[in-house]
């Protein structure tokens, strides 16, 4: 695991990013610690064509 504050990303309000490795030493996940008014315009564009589960979703719970 590796973590870094958030100032070098030059992303508004993001406050750390923390990287996470699995056994073979790929990256497995991150996480991006920010301000909650960064949030979705950071989500969208992160995400593109992708949908997240909504409650209107019919994929929701698989």
Do not use: K, W
Not at 11 to 19: A, F, W
Not at 24 to 48: K, P, Q, Y
């Amino acid at each position: 695991m590796f973590t870094t504050d958030g100032d070098s990303y030059g992303i508004e309000g993001l406050n750390g990013v923390t990287c996470v490795f699995d056994g073979d030493n790929r990256l497995a996940a991150v996480f991006m610690e920010m301000s909650n008014h960064r949030f979705e315009s950071v989500l969208n564009a992160l995400s593109g064509n992708i949908q997240r589960p909504l409650p209107s979703n019919p994929l929701r719970g698989r």
